[in-house]
């Protein structure tokens, strides 16, 4: 087995090394012969190669069983030239990751951690999926100081793609897809909806399906979270509704993700941006990260019992309060990561 390790810029490097002792204590202990290979991504990339995604990190990634990102970007480069995340965009077209899964869960006994009231998100448990190499992040763009213009498009096999994955997530959850667009508006919306619609119809009648526009959506997030089973949606909706919906269970700091295509390799990062401001500091909360690692081990190498286990060391940290100070606790980054290696 081969995971390739991207630590990334800010706190990624951080979050990593806590990341990297619990997937190696979990290996070890399941007999799993690992490889791994540390390879520079993002900023970190393009101050080392004068590119995001140099040729060896890519090729590395294809060749693996797992890709672990820690973070990307920061204001060092925004200045003009390479952008970070325009290496992150290229590695998930590579790799085909066309599906982002981002569960958001209140444990129970820790509704208190969230800004909203206990009795409003206690037992919201919601996985979005949000289609992610298609739509205005991809299209044609044209830059200018006076007009620019962002082409969102969408082909009716991209949105039928990832409209399964939600689906099958759903058969295997309440049951339940809700698809958010724009279709009052948007051309490319009112095509994701026929789509839904149309699939559906011809696969997945049991399963019940509705459908809301992104700015209701974004209200009823907040106010009545725990209707939500499976959210799917496209690109730009669904980076901005994941990290709407990552305050429900208290901190952006908590949340993982899972970037999976058709076959191959998948990417696994936490949902929070690199945090230049407490880099190196030993601050960083590494929670979203190793639930990361929970997502890799479950849907990247097969490993269900090992994820458990992350799961269940992740929940008594938080039962017991062993937290980071964003979370009203009191270990470092590091602290945390002890704790958490010794629990599984």
């Known amino acids: 087995m081969k995971i390739v390790y991207l630590p990334g810029d800010g706190i990624g490097p951080e979050v990593t090394d806590v990341c990297r002792a619990i997937i190696q204590k979990l290996t070890a202990q399941a007999g799993v012969n690992l490889q791994t290979e540390d390879h520079d991504f993002g900023g970190i990339a393009i101050d080392n190669h004068g590119d995001p995604l140099p040729k060896a990190t890519l090729e590395a990634c294809q060749d ?4 672990f990102l820690g973070a990307v970007g920061g204001p060092k480069w925004d200045k003009g030239g390479p952008r970070p995340e325009a290496g992150l965009l290229g590695l998930r077209k590579a790799l085909g990751l066309f599906a982002n899964l981002r569960p958001v869960a209140v444990q129970k006994g820790m509704e208190h951690l969230s800004p909203l009231k206990t009795e409003r998100v206690a037992g919201a448990d919601i996985l979005i999926i949000r289609e992610l190499t298609g739509g205005m992040y991809f299209g044609e763009k044209k830059e200018g100081d006076e007009v620019a213009s962002d082409l969102c498009i969408y082909s009716k096999e991209e949105v039928e793609r990832v409209a399964r994955v939600a689906f ?13 667009d724009k279709a009052n508006v948007l051309a490319s919306s009112r095509l994701w909806r026929k789509t839904v619609v149309a699939l559906h119809e011809a696969e997945y009648s049991d399963v019940k ?4 526009l992104v700015d209701a959506a974004a209200m009823k997030l907040i106010q009545a979270p725990t209707y939500y089973d499976v959210i799917l949606t496209e690109n730009l909706f ?4 994941s990290d709407e919906a990552s305050v429900i269970p208290g901190s952006i700091g908590l949340l993982g993700s899972a970037s999976l295509g058709s076959g191959g390799p998948g990417l696994f990062e936490p949902i929070h941006g690199s945090a230049p401001d407490i880099a190196g500091q030993d601050k960083a909360n590494p929670l979203g990260a190793v639930n990361s690692v929970s997502l890799m081990l479950r849907h990247g190498l097969d490993m ?3 994820a458990d286990r992350v799961d ?3 929940a008594g940290a938080l039962k017991d309060g062993e937290t980071t100070p964003d979370l009203g606790g009191y270990l470092t980054c590091s602290q945390l ?3 958490l290696l010794a629990r599984v």
């Not at 693996?64 to 890709?67: C, G, I, L, P, W």
């Not at 099958?168 to 339940?176: S, V």
């Not at 399906?209 to 809301?212: F, K, N, P």
């Open 337 to 339: 990561g002890e704790a």
């Open 168 to 180: 099958e997530a759903a058969r295997k959850r309440r049951g339940l897809v809700t698809s958010i």
């Open 304 to 306: 269900p019992e090992a």
């Open 312 to 314: 269940a060391a992740i």
């Open 238 to 241: 669904g980076d901005i509704l």
């Open 64 to 67: 693996s069983d797992a890709v």
């Open 209 to 212: 399906l509705t459908h809301e």
